[in-house]
């Protein structure tokens, strides 16, 4: 019966938001999933039971923030992830990466309760099977992409003890190449801007890190058309997020990032253009930012501005406001407020200033007063708009 109850309930979470919102709200439901998934001898009612939390955790985020700070379900997690088969490990693992890619307060939760991530970190350095280190580093690299839990993996000194040793192995099994991708994106995220990304730098310019690099930025394109990559399927944010981070890095770690620059502008200006539907609001609005942010970062680069430019990524910054405003008119907006869209248009606003000030600076030499001494103002407007044409390859 208890089999039946968490089999059922899983079904019902699957991909259906007002059931995963509802279920935790359920009188007794959380203590419930927690007895089943101490169960000792009914693994198939355990199993159920972590795939319940992480099909609830997957499609709310209040759902995933209740279900992390339930405590006697997180012991219960805890016991599932040390001592529960292989197959209720996985799944304890998957529930875990899921609330953690849903909401950053329920990462922050997660990162913060020891027990539970000591218990991931020891899965992700086993040796004894493939499967769950994937499973593991897969949690740490949806927790890597929380602010406030990042903090608490440097503690643990997670790329010294787990990310950069697992770095250097070839062979990671059948899920070979996803286990060096989520590796690579976990590294990116944890050492950005601080003061051990040389340990990333050392990674990108491998064979494996520029492979990682050059799959990310073709996993973009996949992302954004609902696309699969070895029967995994990649949300724009997933793939968005290590990309911005990568560009964060110094500029030694660039070089694999540079070599697949056209493809990477192309699929950042689709992101700008495609419309959030209501379900992926939430996800959605931060890889909408995160992307804008990153055009921002590339525009250091002149080969950068010029295929901005050609693909007319000026105008679909523009359009982002409206763009914004119809996604939050239209969708389930109760947890988005104006500041969030205000938020995002500053972003927005930022990175047009910086893709027109090339061209506004070259046209400032013609003012009367801003360009009283430059040789610009012996052109005149024609000589200057073929000017403007041959440097930035545009008619914008």
């Known amino acids: 019966i208890q089999y039946r109850a968490c089999w059922a309930l899983a079904q019902l979470a699957w991909s259906h938001d007002p059931n995963s919102a509802l279920i935790p709200e359920i009188p007794g439901a959380l203590d419930a999933l927690a007895n089943a998934l101490a169960t000792k001898r009914q693994n198939e009612a355990a199993e159920h039971a972590a795939i319940c939390i992480g099909n609830c955790g997957a499609n709310r985020p209040t759902a995933a923030i209740s279900m992390v700070e339930h405590e006697a379900l997180m012991v219960a997690l805890v016991k599932a992830i040390r001592r529960g088969s292989p197959k209720c490990q996985e ?112 990674l990108s310019k491998s064979q494996h890190g520029h492979s990682s690099i050059r799959t990310l930025v073709r996993l973009m394109g996949l992302a954004l058309n ?103 008119a239209g969708g389930c907006s109760e947890e988005y407020d104006d500041a969030v869209a205000s938020r995002i248009e500053g972003v927005a606003e930022a990175a047009v200033e910086d893709l027109v000030r090339p061209v506004l600076a070259l046209c400032m030499g013609q003012h009367g007063r801003l360009g009283a001494d430059s040789p610009m103002r012996c052109l005149n407007r024609d000589i200057l708009a073929a000017v403007v044409v041959l440097a930035f390859e545009s008619h914008e």
């Open 226 to 328: 609902s696309g699969s990559w070895k029967h995994v399927c990649f949300t724009p944010l997933s793939v968005m997020y290590p990309l911005h981070s990568i560009l964060r890095c110094s500029p030694d770690a660039h070089d694999s990032i540079l070599g697949s620059l056209r493809p990477l502008v192309d699929s950042l200006n689709r992101l700008l253009s495609n419309p959030i539907r209501p379900r992926d609001l939430r996800v959605g609005l931060e890889a909408l930012e995160v992307g804008i942010k990153a055009c921002r970062l590339l525009q250091r680069y002149p080969a950068a501005q010029r295929r901005m430019r050609q693909v007319g990524m000026l105008t679909s910054l523009q359009r982002v406001p409206p763009l914004l405003h119809s996604s939050l």
């Open 91 to 202: 799944k304890a693992l998957m529930a875990l990466k899921n609330c953690s890619a849903t909401s950053k307060q329920a990462a922050y939760t997660i990162a913060s309760n020891q027990a539970l991530l000591a218990g991931v970190l020891d899965i992700a350095q086993t040796d004894d099977d493939h499967g769950l280190r994937h499973q593991g580093l897969g949690v740490i690299n949806c927790l890597s992409r929380c602010l406030s839990a990042v903090p608490i993996l440097r503690r643990a000194r997670v790329v010294e003890r787990i990310l950069k040793p697992l770095a250097q192995i070839q062979d990671h099994g059948p899920s070979n190449e996803l286990v060096k991708l989520t590796i690579a994106c976990a590294m990116a995220n944890l050492t950005a801007r601080q003061n051990d990304e040389g340990a990333f730098i050392e």
